[in-house]
């Protein structure tokens, strides 16, 4: 099945400072999701990309959809306490399709005081 | 604010007992998914659901696992015969149509 390489696994960053974490896959994906996990949560939709190249922006995150449909970055501006949790990036083949998504393994952000 | 909502918030089965994991998903949505994540790793697709019948499903839903639409709102998932392993956080999410899916908060189930 398809594998999503996520990277960094964890940033310990301090308050104010901006956040970069980006995702790879060796196959295209036609829509790229961020997601948010706070502990003993469910994923929380963040930022949705449809279309190659395509930036989008939700306040202070900013997420691209690669040229070449084969990765994303989701960049967080001036980190607050509560951007401190598990970001995902998931990706879905077919757009408007049943398909399940893939998940990477996740990016724990922690805010040093 | 529309929500997935699921039940129970935490299960404690035995071994080789049958389990309901139970979810509503958002009201005009018509696609229905069950992941699952086990601690601490990432969150795996399990199945989904289109137009009353399962649409696709992974590797990790094997002959044990079930899911069933029983009325205009409920989606279910059954697991047959509990193992240690199938311990994990249950996922619902759902989503109208070519979009962004939208998950519930879970259901915490724990096999002994």
């Known amino acids: 099945g398809q594998q999503l390489n996520q990277s960094p696994q964890s940033m310990f960053i301090q308050e104010g400072e901006d956040v970069s974490m980006n995702c790879t896959s060796s196959s295209i994906f036609n829509t790229w999701l961020w997601y948010k996990q706070d502990p003993g949560e469910g994923p929380v939709l963040l930022i949705a990309l449809y279309k190659a190249g395509e930036l989008t922006s939700n306040g202070r995150l900013t997420a691209q959809f690669g040229i070449t449909r084969k990765d994303s970055f989701l960049n967080i501006s001036a980190s607050i306490p509560s951007d401190v949790g598990i970001y995902f990036c998931a990706g879905q083949l077919m757009t408007g399709g049943a398909d399940g998504l893939t998940f990477g393994k996740g990016t724990h952000l922690i805010i040093q005081p | 604010e529309p929500e997935v909502t699921q039940t129970p918030s935490h299960q404690v089965t035995q071994m080789g007992q049958e389990v309901i994991l139970r979810c509503v998903p958002i009201?005009?949505?018509?696609?229905f998914y069950w992941y699952r994540q086990i601690l601490g790793q990432k969150v795996e697709f399990l199945v989904s659901f289109y137009n009353n019948e399962i649409s696709e499903k992974s590797e990790i839903f094997d002959d044990q696992f079930s899911v069933e639409r029983p009325d205009g709102s409920n989606f279910t998932l059954k697991i047959r015969s509990t193992k240690l392993e199938d311990s994990a956080m249950y996922f619902c999410?759902?989503?109208?149509?070519?979009?962004?899916?939208?998950f519930g908060p879970g259901t915490r189930l724990t096999v002994t």
């Open positions: 009201s005009n949505h018509l696609y």
């Open positions: 999410a759902s989503k109208w149509g070519g979009y962004e899916q939208y």
